[in-house]
């Protein structure tokens, strides 16, 4: 289970706190407003000044809306966390009796964003829900696979469009389909869904997936059911992607990334199309197969597989709370 699934935490930091997430990878390098105020927190805290074996600053931290660290761990573990936070609270409150006040320094009425980090979400664009996880063990019934992990996908307009359906002789506009018309979704649009979120994930961070990397990207759609207010959809395909070793040495354990690592997947999905509003009201997608290898921070060197491996993709609704930027979004995303 997640830190954040334990209702001692959830609890707490209800009780508490005003909870905020960030994404590290861009918050400790943006050079604007929002970098700044992250950076003055992490010195502060478990990794202050550290250069090696790397410079990230990955945790949790409590801090007051001026800045000032008042506790920092990072840890995955339930009770260490809690630890944390009520030592937090216990800073806060001797600031309390002491007097001591926030600076009142205030946030710019605009800022100005690091372009660089800054990728607004496309118009007309949809937002898919990215679960991956490992799958049980046929010849390892013991295997818990428990572990898992989340990711958003942003499609654009035109890769949207991909999918909706039209006459037999391209003619027709959406929704002007007939049942068992089949039709080829553009390689580009698998290719950067492999990418970009085939990714093995489930116990840490692995990279992206580079152009030469994928050796299949294919899906087809075909047109199930048709009625006078939507078009069902059933989609297929596979996708697999391989990477040659990168000789890469982890700065932790020392472990060389001296074997391939890669996925081979089988696609399938459903979409429900409505022909009123020229909108998709289901985008239900799943790729399942083999993984094999490891990447630098993935813990996959004990686990090197070929193991089955799964992606789960939904239709999720374009909400602020649903806004999480994909986890690639600032790194080529959507170059072509």
């Known amino acids: 289970m997640s830190v954040f ?38 010195e502060q805290g478990h990794y202050a000044g550290r250069t090696k074996p790397t410079s990230t600053r990955q945790g949790l931290y409590v801090a007051t809306a001026d800045g000032h660290l008042l506790a920092s761990v990072n840890s995955t573990k339930a009770d260490q966390v809690l630890k944390m936070m009520k030592q937090a609270v216990a800073k806060w409150q001797q600031r309390q009796a002491l007097g001591v006040a926030d600076s009142g320094k205030k946030i710019p009425a605009r800022i100005q964003r690091d372009k660089n980090y800054s990728v607004p979400f496309p118009d007309g664009g949809l937002i898919l829900k990215e679960t991956c996880r490992d799958l049980l063990r046929p010849d390892n019934p013991s295997f818990k696979n428990w572990r898992h992990n989340f990711d958003n996908v942003w499609l654009t307009a035109s890769e949207v469009d991909q999918f909706k359906p039209v006459s037999r002789d391209g003619k027709g506009g959406p929704g002007q389909a007939s049942r068992g018309q089949k039709y080829k979704i553009d390689r580009a649009v698998i290719s950067r869904l492999a990418r970009f979120h085939f990714v093995d994930q489930v116990n840490g961070e692995a990279s992206a997936w580079d152009d030469s990397d994928v ?10 059911e048709v009625s006078a207010e939507s078009v069902k959809i059933r989609l297929s395909g596979r996708a697999k992607c391989i990477k040659p070793p990168t000789g890469v040495r982890n700065p932790y354990s020392g472990t060389k990334i001296d074997k391939e690592r890669g996925v081979d997947l089988l696609v399938s999905g459903y979409l429900a199309y409505d022909r009123q509003s020229d909108q998709f009201t289901a985008f239900d997608l799943v790729a399942h197969g083999q993984r094999w290898g490891a990447a630098t921070y993935n813990f996959r060197q004990q686990d090197m597989g070929p193991e089955p491996i799964g992606f789960a993709f939904r239709l999720i609704d374009k909400k602020p709370e649903n806004m999480t930027q994909p986890k690639f979004l600032v790194w080529g995303y959507f170059d072509r």
């Open 5 to 42: 699934s334990d209702q001692r935490i959830i609890d707490f930091i209800t009780e508490h706190f005003v909870p905020v997430t960030t994404d590290i990878n861009q918050s400790q390098h943006r050079k604007d407003f929002e970098g700044d105020y992250f950076r003055k927190i992490a």
């Open 215 to 224: 050796k299949e990207a294919s899906l087809t759609a075909e047109v199930a």
